[in-house]
């Protein structure tokens, strides 16, 4: 009888969220995976893997699989491994099918990965009913989760099974975007290594995706006039946006390895922030920190154009939307977040000429009104 794989956890706070940092090699020249916990940071070492039962996970496919001392035969254990290759081929052609119907390969990846996490719960994919039992008692899984899993399996019945099923109904859930303040951002870029305190930077100050920031060339940046063209993904725009004198140093500052300014990949810089901001917020005494995210930089630069101008079209173009949909969501988040708060104060100021005027115009003020043959301007503190 084969029995469910156990779930490993941290020794200090009990959390499944790990990472694989590395091995730690023994002195009879065998070695044991050593873990890093992402919610507390705590560093452990797995044990001796010497049990009558081997946990071992498919490199290809991702698909956990137990092998068992007490298999009742030959039989029984051909045929589960013939299933799991049957499942592996199909998850193989679902994946080169969604690149022939030109899905992003972000995409392909999240819709591969939903499809491969089920597997590792013990759905079978070739039962519709089984995925959607599954689905129905995963816990940890939220609405959107459960949504996107269905999705992605809907796309697999299409392309690859050719079966209908009867889809569940998982509606999607809205949800309020975070908006770090900017003490928080500029207390955990300055706790950050050089790499990633240079990516949080041009995050901060133009607002991009940290896809598009990732993919940013050496070509990409003219030092000269201090700007930065960034290539869209999403559907979105491409677009020039400038930076500051601060960032274009820190650029400067950087490793020329390749062609990319940000050597690597995303996934190392997500796992270079989830330990800065874990050893900063204890650090610190702040856990606001654990709650930014380089998508939370894009949501406050988004907010704080739209409390400085009010014009929805400029943080549209700033953002890269092709549709004013997507950019309204910061008029909810400006008004909650700037409602009765010292930044509606402003610098007022009186022009009794025409220089004057240019001058105030130049640095940053906006006309109001005319009072007693004078005109007066004002910018926000």
């Given at each position: 009888?084969?029995?469910?794989?156990?779930?490993?956890?941290?020794?200090?706070?009990?959390?499944?969220?790990?990472?694989?940092?590395?091995?730690?090699?023994?002195?009879?020249?065998?070695?044991?995976?050593?873990?890093?916990?992402?919610?507390?940071?705590?560093?452990?070492?797995?044990?001796?893997?010497?049990?009558?039962?081997?946990?071992?996970?498919?490199?290809?496919?991702?698909?956990?699989?137990?092998?068992?001392?007490?298999?009742?035969?030959?039989?029984?254990?051909?045929?589960?491994?013939?299933?799991?290759?049957?499942?592996?081929?199909?998850?193989?052609?679902?994946?080169?099918?969604?690149?022939?119907?030109?899905?992003?390969?972000?995409?392909?990846?999240?819709?591969?990965?939903?499809?491969?996490?089920?597997?590792?719960?013990?759905?079978?994919?070739?039962?519709?009913?089984?995925?959607?039992?599954?689905?129905?008692?995963?816990?940890?899984?939220?609405?959107?989760?459960?949504?996107?899993?269905?999705?992605?399996?809907?796309?697999?019945?299409?392309?690859?099974?050719?079966?209908?099923?009867?889809?569940?109904?998982?509606?999607?859930?809205?949800?309020?975007?975070?908006?770090?303040?900017?003490?928080?951002?500029?207390?955990?870029?300055?706790?950050?290594?050089?790499?990633?305190?240079?990516?949080?930077?041009?995050?901060?100050?133009?607002?991009?995706?940290?896809g598009e920031a990732i993919r940013l060339e050496w070509t990409d940046i003219d030092f000269q006039r201090r700007v930065v063209r960034?290539?869209?993904?999403?559907?979105?725009?491409?677009?020039?946006?400038?930076?500051?004198?601060?960032?274009?140093?820190?650029?400067?500052?950087?490793?020329?390895?390749?062609?990319?300014?940000?050597?690597?990949?995303?996934?190392?810089?997500?796992?270079?922030?989830?330990?800065?901001?874990?050893?900063?917020?204890?650090?610190?005494?702040?856990?606001?920190?654990?709650?930014?995210?380089?998508?939370?930089?894009?949501?406050?630069?988004?907010?704080?154009?739209?409390?400085?101008?009010?014009?929805?079209?400029?943080?549209?173009?700033?953002?890269?939307?092709?549709?004013?949909?997507?950019?309204?969501?910061?008029?909810?988040?400006?008004?909650?977040?700037?409602?009765?708060?010292?930044?509606?104060?402003?610098?007022?100021?009186?022009?009794?000429?025409?220089?004057?005027?240019?001058?105030?115009?130049?640095?940053?003020?906006?006309?109001?009104?005319?009072m007693e043959g004078k005109k007066l301007f004002r910018k926000r503190k």
């Amino acid at each position: 009888m084969v029995e469910a794989a156990a779930v490993l956890r941290c020794p200090e706070c009990g959390s499944v969220k790990l990472f694989r940092a590395g091995l730690r090699y023994l002195a009879d020249g065998g070695s044991v995976q050593r873990y890093l916990c992402r919610s507390c940071g705590y560093r452990f070492s797995g044990g001796h893997n010497n049990s009558n039962r081997v946990f071992r996970e498919n490199r290809n496919c991702q698909i956990l699989r137990l092998e068992a001392k007490n298999l009742d035969s030959a039989t029984e254990t051909k045929t589960v491994a013939g299933a799991e290759q049957t499942v592996k081929g199909k998850l193989v052609e679902f994946a080169w099918k969604l690149q022939n119907q030109g899905f992003r390969t972000a995409t392909i990846k999240t819709y591969s990965t939903l499809l491969k996490r089920l597997a590792m719960l013990g759905a079978d994919l070739l039962n519709p009913e089984s995925v959607k039992e599954t689905v129905a008692k995963n816990q940890n899984w939220n609405e959107n989760t459960k949504l996107l899993a269905v999705t992605a399996y809907q796309c697999f019945l299409d392309l690859v099974l050719d079966k209908k099923w009867r889809i569940p109904n998982y509606t999607r859930q809205e949800k309020i975007a975070y908006v770090p303040t900017t003490e928080d951002v500029d207390a955990l870029i300055a706790g950050s290594g050089k790499k990633l305190a240079t990516f949080l930077t041009l995050l901060k100050e133009t607002g991009c995706r940290c896809g598009e920031a990732i993919r940013l060339e050496w070509t990409d940046i003219d030092f000269q006039r201090r700007v930065v063209r960034i290539q869209a993904e999403k559907n979105s725009k491409p677009r020039i946006l400038p930076i500051s004198t601060q960032l274009t140093a820190m650029i400067e500052t950087l490793p020329k390895k390749s062609k990319k300014v940000f050597s690597g990949n995303l996934a190392s810089m997500h796992n270079n922030l989830q330990v800065t901001r874990i050893r900063q917020a204890q650090k610190l005494g702040n856990p606001q920190l654990l709650k930014i995210s380089f998508h939370a930089l894009r949501h406050l630069k988004g907010t704080t154009e739209y409390h400085k101008t009010h014009d929805l079209l400029h943080v549209q173009n700033l953002l890269g939307h092709k549709s004013v949909k997507s950019t309204m969501i910061y008029i909810n988040l400006e008004a909650a977040l700037y409602h009765n708060n010292n930044m509606d104060e402003f610098h007022v100021k009186v022009a009794e000429t025409l220089e004057d005027a240019c001058k105030l115009l130049e640095a940053g003020f906006e006309y109001v009104t005319d009072m007693e043959g004078k005109k007066l301007f004002r910018k926000r503190k």
